[in-house]
């Protein structure tokens, strides 16, 4: 199953058109005991929960979804997500 979820603070440049821009984001860290979801993988949890995040995190802010395992390490780092949040 999930073992940890960590974050931490960040700095990336966005792109975007126009000047050079950086950002202020986090950077999630899953960590997953592979062995629990056999069949099925972490990968697709991890999709989900980094959709899941950045539909959460504030306007000019980004999230940067990181899965990990106990086996293998760092499995995968999905890119800086601008976040989705609607505007009220």
Do not use: C, H
């Amino acid at each position: 199953g999930l073992l940890s979820v960590t974050s931490r603070s960040i700095v990336r440049r966005i792109n975007a058109e126009g000047p050079i821009v950086f950002g202020r984001g986090l950077e999630i860290t899953l960590n997953f005991e592979e062995a629990a979801f056999e069949g099925s993988g972490v990968f697709l949890l991890g999709a989900v929960m980094e959709q899941f995040l950045a539909r959460y995190v504030s306007i000019n802010s980004f999230t940067e979804t990181v899965i990990t395992s106990t086996d293998r390490g760092e499995i995968i780092r999905w890119p800086a997500r601008i976040g989705k949040r609607e505007t009220i």
